[in-house]
């Protein structure tokens, strides 16, 4: 201590550096997140769409075999050949019935087929993807079935199901 009372620091530089040092950290800290809320900017950008090509349902060919035989009182799964031609897999979202069901051309007597189809208005589950540019067999497990009204002249018939599918990129 001096004589006049005052405490005497040394090293008063050290405390005004360190101020100044403090101070000027908090300042540019400020200008730098005003700098972030404060900037405007412009630009261009672009995006194209295009349309979703259909994707379609055949009818099965030689060794697309469903696992159940559809019988009067009875239940089967349906097996369904989707072509997706898009460049992006699409999920199939539901299964709807579009129209009666007839039997093949080698059962022309088969006219009541008793034969009813249980759609799926979705979504589908589990889900159903197909590939980009690929074809894929769906099966309905359970999805058609058959009452008593069905003529005898059915038996061995291999049913058309119209149907609509709903699916989503």
Same mark, same amino acid.
């Given at each position: 201590?001096?004589?006049?009372?005052?405490?005497?620091?040394?090293?008063?530089?050290?405390?005004?550096?360190?101020?100044?040092?403090?101070?000027?950290?908090?300042?540019?800290?400020?200008?730098?997140?005003?700098?972030?809320?404060?900037?405007?900017?412009?630009?261009?950008?672009?995006?194209?769409?295009?349309?979703?090509?259909?994707?379609?349902?055949?009818?099965?060919?030689?060794?697309?075999?469903?696992?159940?035989?559809?019988?009067?009182?009875?239940?089967?799964?349906?097996?369904?050949?989707?072509?997706?031609?898009?460049?992006?897999?699409?999920?199939?979202?539901?299964?709807?019935?579009? =129209? #009666?069901?007839?039997?093949?051309?080698?059962? *022309? &007597?088969?006219? !009541?087929?008793? %034969? +009813?189809?249980? @759609?799926?208005? =979705? #979504?589908?589950?589990?889900?159903?993807?197909? *590939? &980009?540019?690929? !074809?894929?067999? %769906? +099966?309905?497990? @359970?999805?058609? =079935?058959?009452?008593?009204?069905?003529?005898?002249?059915?038996?061995?018939? !291999?049913?058309?199901?119209?149907?609509?599918?709903?699916?989503?990129?």
């Amino acid at each position: 201590m001096t004589s006049n009372g005052r405490l005497k620091i040394s090293g008063g530089r050290g405390v005004k550096a360190a101020f100044l040092a403090g101070a000027l950290t908090l300042a540019l800290g400020t200008g730098t997140a005003f700098a972030y809320w404060a900037t405007n900017g412009s630009g261009s950008g672009s995006a194209a769409t295009g349309d979703m090509q259909t994707v379609t349902v055949d009818a099965l060919v030689p060794g697309d075999t469903p696992t159940s035989m559809l019988i009067p009182g009875g239940t089967a799964d349906i097996v369904l050949r989707v072509t997706n031609p898009n460049p992006y897999p699409v999920q199939v979202y539901s299964v709807m019935g579009d =129209g #009666p069901v007839t039997a093949d051309t080698a059962h *022309p &007597a088969c006219t !009541t087929t008793g %034969v +009813t189809f249980a @759609g799926s208005p =979705g #979504p589908l589950s589990p889900s159903v993807s197909i *590939p &980009a540019n690929s !074809t894929a067999l %769906v +099966t309905l497990p @359970g999805a058609a =079935g058959m009452d008593a009204t069905s003529q005898p002249a059915c038996q061995g018939a !291999t049913f058309h199901l119209p149907v609509t599918l709903a699916v989503r990129k």
